[in-house]
Antibody, heavy 126, light 108 residues
Framework: QVTLRESGPALVKPTETLTLTCTFS??????????VSWIRQPPGKALEWLAL???????YYSTSLKTRLTISKDTSRNRVFLTMTNMEPLDTATYFC??????????????????WGQGTMVTVSA | DIQMTQSPSTLSASVGDRVTITCRAS??????LAWYQQKPGKAPKLLIY???ILESGVPSRFSGSGSGTEFTLTISGLQPDDFATYYC??????????FGQGTKLEIK
């Protein structure tokens, strides 16, 4: 069974750096084609893709947030991390991690996010 | 950047109705489109991928179609459990994944 679970602080102050952890099970990020992404959702608003890391340690970021984001992984502990610098109140959101099992074999192509974590709410306030 | 535009933003319908939600991409994404269902306080759930392929376990009353820049999600015979918010998402490239703004399906 594939599961993902997000963890991190519920409250951060403006200008601080947020670090979130996605702990997963049921798959490995050393398996070719496997990826984990971070997606966020401000209260009452739409989903916003943030970043993705793949099995080969390639990293992809939202164009609008790339200067503030860093995604990384610890394959031995089945964890993916997201750091976001210079937090501001507009970053208040539920942050989800999700799995992408790329399609193809040999050459891989993106796929939908088939399994999501439950999300973790982060509030940015002084 | 590829923009995704969903319509309508809100849709009112009754149990048993057939409803259609549209998603338009600003550039061709071939068939690299997914649909998700989200209920309040929950994570999104994958319904359809590659524009028309039903995810395992999803009821057959859900269907998807389209290619290029225009896509639709159809629910035939609405059930009480279907009232939720629906999002489309393009995944044409690892470099960029974009969600639509969502369609809230309400009970009439």
């Amino acid at each position: 069974q594939v599961t993902l679970r997000e963890s991190g602080p519920a409250l951060v102050k403006p200008t601080e750096t947020l670090t979130l952890t996605c702990t997963f099970s049921g798959f490995s990020l050393i398996t070719s084609g496997m990826c984990v992404s971070w997606i966020r959702q401000p209260p009452g608003k739409a989903l916003e893709w943030l970043a993705l890391i793949d099995w080969d340690d390639d990293k992809y970021y939202s164009t609008s947030l790339k200067t503030r984001l860093t995604i990384s992984k610890d394959t031995s502990r089945n964890r993916v991390f997201l750091t976001m610098t210079n937090m501001e109140p507009l970053d208040t959101a539920t942050y989800f991690c999700a799995r992408m099992a790329s399609s193809g074999s040999g050459s891989y192509y993106p796929n939908a996010f088939d399994i999501w974590g439950q999300g973790t709410m982060v509030t940015v306030s002084a | 950047d590829i923009q995704m535009t969903q319509s309508p933003s809100t849709l009112s319908a009754s149990v048993g109705d057939r409803v259609t939600i549209t998603c338009r991409a600003s550039h061709s994404i071939r068939y690299w489109l997914a649909w998700y269902q989200q209920k309040p306080g929950k994570a999104p759930k994958l319904l359809i991928y590659k524009a028309s392929i039903l995810e395992s376990g999803v009821p057959s009353r859900f269907s998807g179609s389209g290619s290029g820049t225009e896509f639709t999600l159809t629910i035939s015979g609405l059930q009480p459990d279907d009232f939720a918010t629906y999002y489309c998402q393009q995944y044409n490239s690892y470099y960029e994944q974009t969600f639509g703004q969502g369609t809230k399906l309400e009970i009439k």
